[in-house]
């Protein structure tokens, strides 16, 4: 009888420690909602490929994040919790884009994710996180449609519709190159959705549209598009599609003796330009983007020196922009004092001037960046450089 009075009372106090902790162990967001044991520490997913035909963005990507992850660390991270990075490969495809960006909101519990580069693999991802209220935070699509998803969806990037008139401005004023022929990727999302922006931009600015014509990303024949083109006799190239396809481009029109310059976005940034392309493309391909390691801010010197000394190689813009999508989403998170995307979201859309890495960084009243200046980057001996800068016009 004396064991089971003893028994009694020592179930009785462990019970009413456990009342006790349940009371007052917790900590809470400011929305109210008790923390849970995966709120001890602020996820972040990385959307990008790191396999496949456009890892040349997602790999340096990931390294820009990993990077702005371990500083924030290193500093006491983000209301005195671990930063931690969670990383999947979607290979630039939107099946895997979807599975993964489910299972980070579901299993994985992250407060945001980072990525996609790519305009059409993003909204697949921006869908599922506006219903779900996670902030999606793209480091690098640049056409339409995409914060047009809701108030969780964002990107740091230049956007077309602003750099575009202002690239085919010195185009036409600055080089001279009045008549131009277009080439478009059909089965490509970024290629179909930018080429109206530069035909629009090429007409208000009073070029002419001399010929146009299409291929397919994986295509590797371009004779005949280079043939028709070739006797049109354009003053410039330009081609709104990837890396991989310019490159073969500029491969025909030299074996062709077509003596032309390439142009398009950012999409042309990858290093496999310069691999494929060869001297095809030394000084004949040029890109706009909001990123260059020539001539760089105080932030961006250290963001290089840094970046160098870590990975041993350059950074690019997409290691720019994802390191940058990092610092804004944690300068949020602190401002806000929640890392609850329901909180932080509303001042995220708050960022003003923010003096990144990858150029400073406005969110206008529908939360797209405005980003200056354009940066135009060339081939020369093998490296990708900066050729000239030209201001953002707004209208």
Sequence with gaps: MKKQKLLALFMAIAMLVLVVAGCGGSKTEST???ASKSEEVVKLG??????GSVANYGIPGKKGMEMAIDELNAKGGILGKKVVGIYEDNKGESSEVANITQKYIS??????????PCTGLTKVAAEICQKNNVVLFSAGATGTGVVEYGDCIFRNTLLDKFAVPSVVDWMIN????????????LNNGYSTALTPVFKEAIAAKGGKVVIEETINDGDTDFSAQVTKIKQAKPDVLVFTGY??????????AKKQGLDITLIGGDGLYGKDLIKLGGDAVEGKVIYYCGFSS??????????????EARYKEKPDMFSAQYYDAVMIIAKAMTEAKSTNPAVFKKQLAKTKDYPGVSGNTTFGPDREPIKSP????????GEFVLLDKIPVKVD
């Design 294 to 307: 020539d001539q760089p801010s105080p932030e961006t010197a250290k963001f290089l020196k840094d970046y």
């Design 243 to 252: 890396y991989t396809e310019a490159a073969l481009i500029q491969r025909e």
């Design 107 to 116: 299993r994985d519990k992250v407060n945001a994710i980072i990525g996609d």
């Design 174 to 185: 600055t080089k001279g190159w009045k008549n131009i022929a277009i080439i478009t990727s």
């Design 46 to 51: 990385f959307l990008g490929a790191l396999t």
């Design 32 to 34: 109210g909602t008790p």
């Design 374 to 381: 354009i940066c135009l980057i060339t081939v020369k001996n």
